[in-house]
């Protein structure tokens, strides 16, 4: 019999961050297959830098903000402003 692999104590606590922002332009980090993510909008602006049509770089905020929005007190995800101001200083310096 095989024995079922467990997770060692330090695999058990890594630090679960989610990613909110997400950016596209010359660096891309989605495509079309992530609408459920970023949105319709977000997804085709992905989809279109990706497969090499002039799209001017920028990045989408992802809809899970918005779902934590609604269920945290219509509050943000405290990682989002960290992230915006890094994908903005990544825009700033392209």
């Not at 891309?28 to 949105?39: C, I, K, P, Q, V």
């Amino acid at each position: 019999m095989k024995k079922a692999s467990k997770k060692t104590d330090l695999q058990s606590k890594k630090p679960s961050l989610k990613r909110y922002v997400f950016a596209f332009g010359r660096e891309t980090d989605g495509n079309a297959r992530m609408r459920e993510l970023l949105g319709g909008k977000g997804a085709n602006l992905a989809e279109m830098a990706s497969i090499g049509l002039p799209v001017p770089p920028g990045f989408t905020i992802s809809t899970e903000v918005c779902n934590y929005f609604y269920k945290h007190g219509k509050t943000y995800p405290k990682q989002l402003l960290k992230d915006v101001k890094n994908g903005v200083q990544k825009l700033k310096h392209k």
